[in-house]
């Protein structure tokens, strides 16, 4: 059983930066892709960022140029570097992995609260 913990959220004027942190532990053999996806009140769980065991990343057209998504050398972490925040970045902040343990499996952390708001 693979666990994901968030940190990192909280709140933050409008123009503002917050780096979200998620640590991964248990079996992982391998990893596919580690991610980062949001859900704000009233709407669906969408994707924001993701990067995969190579290093290709992939953004939101919304969050290009304002966020950064990266893991550490041994890919037990990922992080998601906001910059420029807006009020409509708010959103409860989950990290995903996608991975093989042996078999192909997913995991999500239990997320973090990110608030932009002045």
């Known amino acids: 059983q693979v666990q994901l913990v968030e940190s990192g959220g909280g709140l933050v004027q409008p123009g503002g930066s917050l780096r979200l942190s998620c640590a991964a532990s248990?079996?992982?053999?391998?990893?596919?892709?580690m991610g980062w996806y949001r859900q704000a009140p009233g709407k669906e769980r969408e994707l924001v960022a993701t990067?995969?065991?190579?290093?290709?990343?992939n953004y939101a057209d919304s969050v290009k140029d304002r966020f950064t998504i990266s893991t550490n050398n041994v890919k037990t972490m990922v992080f998601l570097q906001m910059n420029s925040l807006r009020p409509e970045d708010t959103a409860v902040y989950y990290c995903?992995?996608?991975?093989?343990?042996?078999?192909?499996?997913?995991?999500w952390g239990q997320g973090t609260q990110v608030t932009v708001s002045s």
């Open positions: 995903k992995l996608l991975y093989y343990g042996p078999d192909l499996s997913n995991s």
């Open positions: 248990g079996s992982i053999f391998s990893i596919v892709y």
């Open positions: 990067i995969t065991n190579h290093g290709n990343t």
